[in-house]
């Protein structure tokens, strides 16, 4: 009889230790799909505000700037919060801004915004329709100055 409780003593011990085993592996997967889940929201979400910002007309240049201003404290706080979300925000916006790009006629489009739009996509400022200062050709010309030699001989 004690081998029979030893041994159905042993039997539970083992099934415990199994299922912690498998409620520990279970608990990992909420891990990273919550990290997942995180990364899809704020891809969304920057999707979300990119189309905002494109299609934002603001009354008067302090609303406009104030509003870009406050695009930047909310990135700036983001990264500050949690950097992988911050990462996935910008990839978001840098996508939606390569999309847009393709298809916008560009004419409604403020000076904030262009100098906002140019981080999240570069062909904002290397267009000359983009820019919004003048264009200025440089051009180099190589002067040189010598000062004659003279040179002293002995007969």
Known sequence: MNTFKALLIFITIGFAININAQEANSTDEPKKNTKQATVTYYQQRAAEDAKYEQEFTAQNNSE?????KEQKKYEKQLKKNNKKAYRAYIQGKKEAYAEHHQHCNHDHHSDYFYSN???????????????????????NTPVRVSTPSIRLGIF
């Open 117 to 139: 739009a140019q981080f999240y996509y570069y062909q904002y400022d290397n267009r000359h329709n983009y820019q919004r200062r003048p264009n200025r050709t440089i051009i």
């Open 64 to 68: 406009d700037k104030a509003f870009w």
